[in-house]
């Protein structure tokens, strides 16, 4: 399978952007999509997560400013930012946990990472 994520830039402070994810490839389903970041010197951390079935899982950092949202028939996942602070820079993860057939267990792919740039 393979991710690819795009959306990223150069935007101010209070501004929003929005990012995309689309996953391809042999998939039967996929459980749970989400985005991570990692910012420069820093470990990858998770911005939000969504499972198939609509649960969301928010960073404390960034609940109520981001909003994930997924189109499970185009194995497609969003990621809303609104009100971004400089320390929203970083580089944008997709992941995806995806069931490559009937009955196999999830399998986590990562996409090639988009860079969000915000500036003060």
């Known amino acids: 399978v393979q991710l690819q994520a795009y959306g990223g830039g150069l935007v101010q402070a209070g501004g929003s952007l929005r990012l995309s994810c689309a996953a391809s490839?042999?998939?039967?389903?996929?459980?749970?999509m989400g985005w991570y970041r990692q910012a420069p010197g820093k470990q990858r951390e998770l911005v939000a997560t969504m499972s198939s079935g609509g649960s969301t899982n928010y960073a404390d950092s960034v609940k109520g400013r981001f909003t994930i949202s997924r189109d499970n028939a185009k194995n497609t996942a969003y990621l809303q930012m609104n009100s971004l602070k400089p320390e929203d820079t970083a580089v944008y993860y997709c992941?995806?946990?995806?069931?490559?057939?009937?009955?196999?267990?999830?399998?986590?792919?990562w996409g090639q990472g988009t860079l969000v740039t915000v500036s003060s």
């Open positions: 490839g042999i998939i039967f389903s996929i459980r749970v």
């Open positions: 992941n995806a946990d995806v069931h490559y057939y009937s009955g196999s267990p999830p399998i986590g792919a």
